[in-house]
């Protein structure tokens, strides 16, 4: 699966940050963030152990629908 970094945090200096990116399948996209705490984790009620959630700004998410915008 090849991916394309498409939106990224403004407070990322180069490194690993919060990231948004697009796959060869335009229905699908991989999201990169910080991951939850445990304790925040048993709130997301039936999610299954082959899933996860990450935390990401709003901004990235924001970026990210506008550059995906007629994409799908």
């Known amino acids: 699966m090849a991916l394309t970094r498409i939106a990224v945090s403004n407070d990322c200096n180069g490194g690993n940050c919060p990231s948004v990116h697009t796959t060869d ?7 990169q963030g910080i991951k939850l705490e445990d304790a925040t984790r048993t709130e997301l009620v039936g999610m299954p152990d082959h899933e996860d959630a ?15 915008e007629g994409r799908a």
């Open 25 to 31: 399948d335009p229905s699908v996209v991989v999201v």
């Open 54 to 68: 990450v935390t990401i700004p709003t901004e990235v998410i924001l970026q990210a629908a506008r550059a995906l």
